[in-house]
């Protein structure tokens, strides 16, 4: 794929149903067990995985086959969004098994992988660590502690933002503008807010420019593929 993105556009790290307004790239996050739309842009992208709280939706068996399919036909950029959930879907010990074929893939195709992780960092965590996972993990949607972030980038994962950030009452928006800003990414998830106007928030934490914010996060994205 051409990883020529314009450092001028503004970069949605992971939706589900948006569309790419003006000057925006969006990152398509959709469901293994669905029928997959791979149409080709120069706009939109795709990544997909069996979510946690879909984890018994598809046999075990079939979860290397499809991602095979969708990357072999460079259908995909990313593996996920796969993880673990405490407060949704089948068992903890399911989705586990789920996410560990997800971090197997990734690793075989060296392919970044996108993690859903709510009251499961801990687990997430041990799990990289235990496979000597060599390619980035990101946090989507991330919302912890300042300490928990932390763990997570000292062990090499990327942290994608969303709404909390606007939340002056969040641990998160408390603590933004300490974080590395190589590390993050931008997102709307499935909301109905503006990717733009998370920048413009982003702007004032870190106390740049939108021009320098927008390049960092292209960049971001393109040593996230590229490694």
Known sequence: MNNEFPQNYYLNFHAH???PGEEEIVIQSLFL???LITSKSDKIFFTAGLHPWHADLLNLSEIK????????TNSIIAIGEAGLDKLKGPGIKKQLEVLRIHAEVADEYQKPLI????????EILKLK??????VPWVIHHFNGSKQIASDFIEHGFYLSLSHHIKNTNSKLSAYLGELPLNRIFLETD???IDIKDLYNTATKKFNISLE???KQLIENFKVLLNG
């Open 65 to 72: 086959p499809k991602l095979e399919d969708l990357l072999n």
């Open 33 to 35: 067990q669905d029928n």
């Open 190 to 192: 499935d909301f109905n």
């Open 129 to 134: 660590i235990d496979l000597k996972s060599k």
């Open 115 to 122: 993690i859903h992780s709510v009251k499961t960092h801990n």
């Open 212 to 214: 320098s914010l927008k």
């Open 17 to 19: 149903q948006q569309m």
